[in-house]
């Protein structure tokens, strides 16, 4: 089983609509949770952490399972702007500064 | 201000030549990393250094890849020889510790991506 996995999609949607991505992690030892945005042949930027609690950003929320070891990304009111790889980011804790990237789940938002 | 800055964007070169691939990272930050990115694999770390010092490099391939920084200021990842397998783009990362460092972010934890370079071995 791979450490980080992600549906690799693609989520084809149109605008306005609600979208989610989850993504399952190995390791139940993972202390750290992101999720990264990369445009075509670009580089990878972080759009948001991931919190115990969950954590919401305008039209973005994050959310994490500990005892399903998985994250998920809620994108409400998409935008063409969106299209994109969404890339689920997982550190290990002991203080590993290693991270890991799942392979990515491709968005694309329609007209 | 600068973000990580990689050179070249991109290089085609033929099997069996020696690549050079050169990245600054953001002033201030401490940690440094190579990433290959191919559809197949995804993104993989290969090396990551502190301090200017390697600390893991168990995700270099084999013995053709090498890494280097001689200061806090500039690496390089050399491959040779090269092989058409090596295709592929290489991305190099920096991070700070405690929100240091040019970067724009509060969030010590997050990794600045250069550009990257596309490496086309024939």
């Known amino acids: 089983r791979k450490e980080v996995e992600q549906d690799p999609g693609p989520f084809n949607v149109p605008e306005g609509a609600t979208v989610a991505f989850n993504c399952t992690y190995s390791n139940s030892a993972s202390q750290s949770f992101f999720w990264y945005r990369q445009d075509c042949r670009k580089e990878p930027k972080l759009l948001m952490s991931v919190y115990s609690s969950g954590n919401e950003d305008g039209r973005f929320t994050a959310q994490l399972n500990r005892a399903s070891q998985y994250i998920s990304l809620l994108i409400r009111d998409s935008k063409l702007s969106d299209s994109a790889t969404y890339l689920c980011?997982?550190?290990?804790?002991?203080?590993?500064?290693?991270?890991?990237f799942g392979r990515g789940t491709s968005l694309i938002v329609h007209p | 201000d600068a973000g990580v800055i990689q050179s070249p964007r991109h290089e085609v070169t033929e099997m069996g030549q020696e690549v050079t691939l050169r990245c600054k990272p953001i002033?201030?930050?401490?940690?440094l990393f190579w990433y290959r990115q191919t559809m197949m694999r995804g993104l993989e770390l290969l090396i990551y250094f502190n301090n200017n010092v390697p600390i893991d490099d168990s995700g270099m391939p084999e013995d053709r890849f090498s890494a280097k920084m001689p200061n806090a200021s500039f690496s390089t990842l050399k491959i040779q020889p090269s092989e058409p397998r090596d295709s592929a783009v290489y991305f190099c990362a920096s991070r700070g510790t405690s929100g240091s460092g040019v970067g724009g972010s509060s969030s010590y934890n997050e990794q600045f991506f250069g550009p990257g370079t596309r490496l086309t071995v024939l």
């Open positions: 002033s201030g930050h401490d940690y």
């Open positions: 980011v997982v550190k290990r804790g002991g203080g590993s500064y290693i991270p890991t």
